[in-house]
């Protein structure tokens, strides 16, 4: 726990010993996996073995590795395609989604991300590509599993009831509304945007441009008026409106 930075919760634990005055010694069982308190580098492990010995060894924590990024990439979740998810929860009524959610603090809970690092990745498809879309449903965004339990535990999502299939509405304002980096999310995490703008780089290539479209989409520089136009354009038609405006 102490390397891996979360506290894993007491599987047994029902009722607290009412002899033992916890608030005043500042003591808690925990009853749910949560992050290790921050600042916090020692622990101590008491083992009482079954003829009398006692032990007691308080660990310090590792010194903190200050591990340089690869050359020419970025290791951040967001950088490296593991960024914020979307958890979608379904069930025919109400009392059955919040069980749902229940079941999901419960399996993530007795499962650390830190030892599945496809944990999350997995949930999500399958909670969003292999589930029926049922009447009631929740729709969480979360970075890993520590921010999902602790939105499913605070109720920090709003349930709803959906009688008829919903469409998407994507609004693209064009120029006035963009900003520098804008599309680089989706053009590292869905492939069929990042497939769209390398058609659009190819199609530029064979009509005599002498620079890339990919590489001024993520270039560190901020493009030129022209190409910042250019780059707009492209940005939307890497998506396929279902309505337009009369005006486009």
């Known amino acids: 726990m102490l390397e891996r930075g979360f506290i894993l919760p007491n599987y047994d634990f029902k009722q607290p010993n009412p002899k033992i005055p916890w608030k005043e010694w500042n003591m808690k069982v925990p009853t749910a996996q949560r992050p290790w308190p921050r600042g916090k580098k020692y622990i101590s492990v008491n083992n009482f073995g079954f003829g009398g010995t006692n032990g007691h060894v308080v660990l310090e924590a590792a010194p903190f590795r200050n591990n340089k ?86 109720e920090k999502f709003t349930p709803g009831k959906e009688i008829e299939p919903l469409r998407i509405g994507f609004i693209f304002t064009g120029q006035g509304a963009q900003w520098y980096a804008m599309g680089r999310e989706l053009f590292d995490q869905y492939p069929v945007f990042s497939t769209s703008i390398a058609h659009a780089d190819s199609f530029l290539s064979e009509i005599g441009a002498e620079w890339s479209l990919i590489g001024k989409f993520l270039t560190a520089q901020c493009p030129t008026c022209g190409l910042a136009q250019l780059l707009t354009t492209f940005l939307r038609r890497g998506t396929q409106p279902g309505c337009q405006d009369k005006q486009d």
């Open 69 to 154: 990024p690869t050359a020419g990439g970025d290791d951040t979740p967001e950088k490296s395609g593991q960024g914020r998810k979307l958890y979608v929860l379904t069930a025919n009524d109400k009392a059955s989604l919040t069980q749902v959610m229940k079941n999901i603090v419960i399996y993530l809970e007795q499962r650390p991300e830190i030892f599945q690092k496809d944990l999350t990745s997995n949930l999500a498809f399958t909670l969003g590509q292999r589930r029926s879309l049922l009447q009631w449903r929740a729709a969480i965004p979360a970075l890993n599993s520590f921010e999902l339990i602790e939105a499913i535990n605070g």
